[in-house]
């Protein structure tokens, strides 16, 4: 059965990697979220998609150039200002205790394609263990260097690679890089592709699995899981697919 990840959190109908957005995603009954993280300049690991701050708070700035501190100030209620006074963006840490009493999947996007944040791999693993989520926590990043070096941190750990295009050989392509899944962009996903996949034992996980024809579309190949920012309607519509 096609599992469900929550798009940073419920993105469609909450603010964007918000604990708010986490809660309505466990109440929905998704299978697990998703979430971005990036380094502070006092090197904490915050839960935001953007490199700067000027889409989704109040503030404007680049993620790296504040303290934790100082990033919290700042209002990530983003286009939800009608339901919701103030969120905060929250630390990595504060969703891992949050999650870890729960049963809910954690795919931690690793948000280091433009900028090189130092020590992030290991930072992000550390958090991991210490919360016990080895077994529950898939990572990944468009940056698919990245993820082979998070393999050779934590080999129990599995990984996934982010990309927009179709690769080359993407079967041996993922067992170069050590990777247990491939994170499509939905469009390069045919069902031909799916079986592939299987024959190799590769999970698929495609995103952003947002309108209704997608999902039944994905869900009729049996993907593993999908992110889609409406956890709730993917739900329904999983239960209606034969
Ligand atoms: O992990 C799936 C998806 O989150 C990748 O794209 O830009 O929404 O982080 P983006
Ligand atoms: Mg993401």
């Known amino acids: 059965m096609t599992k469900i990840f929550a798009h940073r959190g419920s993105a469609g109908t909450h603010p964007e990697n918000t604990m708010i957005a986490f809660y309505e995603a466990e109440r929905v009954g998704a299978d697990g979220i998703e979430l971005d993280v990036q380094l502070t300049k006092d090197g904490q690991i915050v839960v935001i998609h953007d490199e700067t701050i000027d889409r989704t ?56 394609g433009l900028i090189a944040y130092e020590g992030l791999e290991q930072k992000v693993i550390d958090m991991i263990r210490h919360y016990g989520l080895e077994e529950r926590t898939v990572l990944s990043s468009f940056n698919h260097n990245s993820m082979l070096f998070c393999h050779h941190l934590a080999p129990n750990i599995e990984t996934g690679l982010l990309y927009m295009e179709p690769l080359y050989d993407p079967w041996k392509y993922v067992r170069v890089m050590k990777a247990k899944g491939l994170h499509p962009y939905h469009r390069t996903v045919t069902e031909s592709f799916l079986h592939q996949a299987r024959h190799h034992g590769i999970a698929i996980r495609p995103f952003t699995i947002n309108k209704e024809s997608l999902m039944k579309k994905m869900f009729a190949y049996e993907v593993d899981a999908i992110f889609t920012d409406y956890p709730r309607l993917a739900k329904e519509i999983l239960k209606k697919t034969p």
Do not use: M
Not at 59 to 82: H, M, P, S
Not at 84 to 94: A, G, M
């Open 57 to 112: 708070t109040d503030g404007t700035g680049w993620v790296k150039d504040f303290t934790y501190r100082e990033l919290k100030q700042f209002n990530a209620v983003y286009k939800f200002v009608d339901q919701y006074d103030v969120c905060r963006i929250p630390l990595l840490e504060e969703v891992l205790a949050w999650i870890h009493p729960t049963s809910l999947l954690l795919n931690i996007e690793l948000k280091n």
